[in-house]
């Protein structure tokens, strides 16, 4: 069965970090661009980090250029998200999807997490 796994979310105070995980099974992330998408109550979806295959170009939307940081460890077919200085504009539901395509921040996307919230409030 091919599944991605988002993990690592949670509840975190404003200038806090998290670190989401997107772990795939059930096929090889080696040939895919990854692409971290969030989605907050009422707001439209919202491409946030994109990373190509074997550690290519990475790119972010300008609202996280900065803070966040995208990477990928294909050793363990896993792609992370490290969130720093997060701010309550960033409370939102996390997800990570697969593009065959290279990096788009309208796809198409072949595979998608379940998705995973992230809270900034005090």
């Known amino acids: 069965q091919l599944q991605l796994v988002e993990s690592g979310g949670g509840l975190v105070q404003p200038g806090g970090s998290l670190r989401l995980s997107c772990a795939a099974s059930?096929?090889?992330?080696?040939?895919?661009?990854i692409v971290w998408v969030r989605q907050a109550p009422g707001k439209e979806r919202e491409g946030v980090s994109c990373?190509?295959?074997?550690?290519?170009?990475?790119y972010y939307a300008e609202s996280v250029k900065g803070r966040f940081t995208i990477y990928r460890d294909d050793a363990k077919n896993t792609v992370y998200l490290q969130m720093n200085s997060l701010q309550p504009e960033d409370t939102a539901v996390y997800y990570c999807?697969?593009?065959?395509?290279?990096?788009?921040?309208?796809?198409?996307?072949?595979?998608w997490g379940q998705g995973i919230q992230v809270t900034v409030s005090s």
């Open positions: 059930g096929f090889s992330l080696d040939y895919y661009a």
């Open positions: 990373i190509s295959w074997h550690d290519g170009p990475t």
């Open positions: 999807a697969t593009e065959e395509l290279g990096c788009s921040w309208q796809g198409p996307f072949d595979h």
